[in-house]
């Protein structure tokens, strides 16, 4: 069993900054991709920001420059630092892995966080 858990949303002023974790455990031989998306009211969930497990990474247009995603290979966790935030920035959070579960069989699977609601007043 692999579980992802989140942490580090809530509520701040148009301008502010979060940091979002999210750390994956349980039987992991070795997590590749990571990434995170998000998911605001009426709209459908999109992919934010993306890291592979060398570090290199990716980020919709939406939030290029703002945002900053890394890991800790180490300790199975992707980050995700968010500056400058704005309202259109509300959401739900989702973290999201790619892990190698078995160095026998090499299954891989897809595992999602729970979510974090992220809110931005203006």
């Known amino acids: 069993q692999v579980r992802l858990v989140e942490s580090g949303g809530g509520l701040v002023q148009a301008g502010g900054s979060l940091r979002l974790s999210c750390a994956a455990s349980?039987?992991?031989?070795?997590?590749?991709?990571m990434a995170w998306h998000r998911q605001a009211p009426g709209k459908e969930r999109e992919l934010i920001a993306h890291?592979?497990?060398?570090?290199?990474?990716n980020y919709a247009d939406s939030v290029k420059g703002r945002f900053t995603i890394s890991r800790d290979n180490d300790r199975n966790t992707v980050y995700l630092q968010m500056n400058s935030l704005k309202s259109e920035d509300t959401a739900v959070y989702y973290c999201y892995a790619d892990i190698l579960t078995s160095s026998i069989t090499m299954t891989t699977r897809q595992y999602w966080g729970q979510g974090t609601q992220v809110a931005v007043s203006s």
């Open positions: 349980g039987s992991i031989v070795r997590v590749n991709a």
């Open positions: 890291i592979r497990s060398g570090g290199g990474t």
